[in-house]
């Protein structure tokens, strides 16, 4: 099974960027659909990005389409999120999650559809 290991969460001003790195390990990630999730703080987690198992084809959030980019590199066997023009409400723990199905476009966002997951990576966005 794979193991997804975040990073690049930091504080950071708003409209500032980041850009998030999920390393994994353990299977190759093109054999995976793979896809970003956030938690704020009190609240639940929520679907940010996701990418196709064997496929360049990418999803996003509705509200984040333009400013958030999520890219695959099989060579480096990594996920990333290009994060930019970054709000305060954008605090959360970020997650990298990994599921072997092949997921239909309207399943990417379901967090239980995905059976592996990283311990996440912190993301303050304040002045």
């Known amino acids: 099974q794979v193991q997804l290991l975040e990073s690049g969460g930091e504080l950071v001003q708003p409209g500032g960027s980041l850009r998030l790195s999920c390393a994994a390990s353990g299977r190759a990630v093109s054999g995976y659909t793979m896809a970003w999730f956030r938690q704020p703080p009190g609240k639940d987690r929520e679907f940010v990005a996701a990418?196709?198992?064997?496929?360049?084809?990418?999803s996003h959030a509705n509200s984040l389409k333009g400013r958030f980019t999520n890219s695959r590199d099989n060579a480096k066997n990594a996920l990333y999120l290009q994060m930019n023009s970054l709000k305060p409400e954008e605090t959360a723990m970020y997650y990298c999650?990994?599921?072997?199905?092949?997921?239909?476009?309207?399943?990417?966002?379901?967090?239980?559809?995905?059976?592996?997951w990283g311990q996440g990576t912190q993301v303050t966005v304040s002045s």
């Open positions: 990418i196709k198992r064997n496929s360049p084809m990418t």
């Open positions: 999650a990994a599921t072997t199905s092949s997921l239909i476009t309207t399943s990417l966002a379901v967090d239980q559809m995905y059976e592996f």
